[in-house]
């Protein structure tokens, strides 16, 4: 094989959907995988944003390799119409779940768009996708110049959905990403008495913070296992990110470049306050280990 080389790796994009979760990840080899399927009220102008239409419409993704789906709550799922055009060749989300345990931990305003979750999930079923299932073993798909692991805590009481958010964990060559969902103290209890877990997630370049930062999701431990170079924070203006400041000083610092303070060593950023969050991955060649370039507005 020869040594030639790679211009970018791997694009992760954590998108701006105020109270919400949103990422996308596209690779050298032209993989398209999302996490979670958040949307959110754009100030400018008032409407509501879909990434899954963004991407279809703005950069030609027809069509999704892998979506994962950390849990059923709405600010999760908000974009779930969109998905069943996008035609995922594999879809992981917590299947273990019953009609019951999601309409009882959720808001009865939310009743339709669970329904429509529901829906969806079993056209994807029906219509016979791999990989559809959740399970607290290590499970992953390899792209090569991608792996993507993920775990499903199941021994938390189901009246918190936030309990039961699957765990990704992105490798692109020497870097790792770890998105954790809404997942909190009791969820963590079983993930780091999980040894596969805590041999593989060890050591991560970039967190993004569980629960949209709250304090309830911060666990200490967690932070002692994964070291993160930066911390990621999605949520919106109107929330209490309340514990930014316990992430910043567990962070250990990453070059970030945005277009209002130029380039600096950062600690946290959050999508209230830096909006889309762009983590581009590359190398010079084979043999080369991977770099980050995180990009704000």
Same mark, same amino acid.
């Given at each position: 094989?020869?040594?030639?080389?790679?211009?970018?790796?791997?694009?992760?994009v954590i998108w701006n959907?105020?109270?919400?979760?949103?990422?996308?990840?596209?690779?050298?080899?032209?993989?398209?995988?999302?996490?979670?399927?958040?949307?959110?009220?754009?100030?400018?102008?008032?409407?509501?944003?879909?990434?899954?239409?963004?991407?279809?419409?703005?950069?030609?993704?027809?069509?999704?390799?892998?979506?994962?789906?950390?849990?059923?709550?709405?600010?999760?799922?908000?974009?779930?119409?969109?998905?069943?055009?996008?035609?995922?060749? @594999? &879809?992981?989300? +917590?299947?273990?779940?019953? !009609?019951?345990?999601?309409?009882?931990?959720?808001?009865? $305003? =939310?009743?339709?768009?669970?329904?429509?979750?529901?829906?969806?999930?079993?056209?994807?079923?029906?219509?016979?996708?791999?990989?559809?299932?959740?399970?607290?073993?290590?499970?992953?798909?390899?792209?090569?110049?991608?792996?993507?692991?993920?775990?499903?805590?199941?021994?938390?009481?189901?009246?918190?959905?936030?309990?039961?958010?699957?765990?990704?964990?992105?490798?692109?060559?020497?870097? @790792? &990403?770890?998105? +954790?969902?809404?997942?909190? !103290?009791?969820?963590?209890?079983?993930?780091?008495?999980? $040894? =596969?877990?805590?041999?593989?997630?060890g050591d991560v370049d970039?967190?993004?913070?569980?629960?949209?930062?709250?304090?309830?999701?911060?666990?200490?431990?967690?932070?002692?296992?994964?070291?993160?170079?930066?911390?990621?924070?999605?949520?919106?203006?109107?929330?209490?990110?309340?514990?930014?400041?316990?992430?910043?000083?567990?962070?250990?610092?990453?070059?970030?470049?945005?277009?209002?303070?130029?380039?600096?060593?950062?600690?946290?950023?959050?999508?209230?306050?830096?909006?889309?969050?762009?983590?581009?991955?590359?190398?010079?060649?084979?043999?080369?280990?991977?770099?980050?370039?995180?990009?704000?507005?």
């Amino acid at each position: 094989m020869g040594n030639f080389p790679f211009r970018s790796q791997c694009d992760l994009v954590i998108w701006n959907v105020q109270h919400g979760s949103a990422a996308y990840l596209k690779t050298s080899s032209g993989k398209h995988v999302i996490f979670d399927l958040g949307t959110g009220t754009q100030a400018e102008p008032m409407s509501t944003f879909s990434p899954l239409k963004h991407l279809r419409e703005h950069h030609n993704v027809s069509k999704l390799d892998f979506a994962v789906i950390s849990h059923p709550h709405a600010d999760h799922i908000g974009d779930v119409y969109e998905l069943l055009g996008m035609a995922p060749s @594999k &879809v992981v989300y +917590p299947n273990h779940l019953s !009609e019951r345990d999601i309409l009882g931990d959720n808001k009865q $305003s =939310d009743k339709n768009l669970l329904q429509l979750y529901q829906c969806v999930m079993s056209r994807l079923i029906h219509n016979k996708y791999p990989a559809i299932f959740s399970s607290l073993l290590p499970n992953n798909v390899n792209y090569g110049d991608a792996k993507i692991t993920w775990w499903n805590p199941r021994s938390c009481a189901t009246s918190n959905l936030n309990n039961h958010s699957i765990v990704v964990l992105i490798e692109c060559g020497n870097i @790792k &990403v770890l998105i +954790p969902g809404d997942n909190e !103290e009791c969820a963590w209890n079983e993930m780091l008495s999980n $040894s =596969d877990f805590k041999k593989i997630a060890g050591d991560v370049d970039i967190l993004v913070a569980p629960h949209h930062g709250r304090q309830s999701a911060y666990c200490s431990a967690l932070m002692d296992l994964v070291s993160p170079k930066l911390t990621v924070i999605s949520d919106s203006y109107k929330s209490d990110t309340s514990a930014v400041d316990l992430y910043s000083s567990e962070s250990t610092g990453v070059r970030v470049v945005s277009k209002s303070r130029g380039t600096e060593i950062r600690y946290c950023v959050t999508t209230r306050k830096d909006g889309v969050i762009v983590i581009r991955i590359s190398r010079d060649g084979i043999f080369s280990p991977s770099t980050l370039d995180v990009r704000v507005n």
